[in-house]
């Protein structure tokens, strides 16, 4: 009888770590147009922000985020800052200050200035034309989102053959490749899809998309 209630009580427990599981899943896929990352914002290349040692004055330093992803706090060399959190960050000078005797018992904060100029491009038959800037937390934007946003189509759209251009850089920031995509946002709009295709096309920043007019 002590077996079986163990038993119960494991599956229970299963039960309880599975739903939470699914929880996270869905809460950060509330909103299926939108990716965002679920661990929050992690710094980019071009943030500018400042870091500072509490009643330490001479380490307050402003640093814009360069294309390698570092930046140098004061009397530390360069550190790779891209793709942490501030608080990360926070942690990692906080640890090499003491390392290196610098600080004994250092209060470090990390505030973000100015966040980088993340963008897409928008052109032909759309209400409202131009670079539209993406929020700083979204990683990526289904296309119907993006066209919702810019107003939508005009009345002589051709929904169903939308082209995406997107250039792709290596580590360093140079250009590697650059490609062209066909796109069928009434299609995805709709629901109207061949069995087996992908329900959304993702959006990312740097992304032209140009909307043809359709023959009257």
Known sequence: MMLIKQLAMCGILSLCHVSNSLYAQS????????????????LRSGDRIRISVQSQTDATVEIQINNDGK????????????????????????????????????????????????????SGSVNKKGPYVFPPEVEAMNIVEVIARAGGFT????????????????????????????????????????????KRFWIYPGDRIEVPERLI
Do not use: C, M, W
Request: aromatic share 10%; proline share 4%; net charge positive.
């Open 27 to 42: 809460k950060y896929n509330s909103d299926p147009s939108i990716l965002k990352d679920p661990t929050g914002y992690k």
């Open 71 to 122: 930046g140098r706090p004061a009397y530390l060399p360069e550190f790779k800052l891209s793709g942490s959190s501030t608080k990360q960050i926070e942690q990692l000078l906080i640890s090499e200050y003491r390392k290196q005797l610098i600080y004994q018992n250092p209060v470090v904060r990390v505030h973000i200035l100015k966040y980088s100029d993340r963008v897409i491009f928008l």
């Open 155 to 198: 009345d002589i759209a051709k929904k169903t053959k939308v082209f995406v251009t997107r250039t792709f850089y290596n580590e360093k920031g140079e250009l590697r490749d650059s490609r062209t995509y066909e796109v069928n946002v009434e299609a995805l709009s709709t629901g109207s899809l061949i069995s087996g295709s992908s």
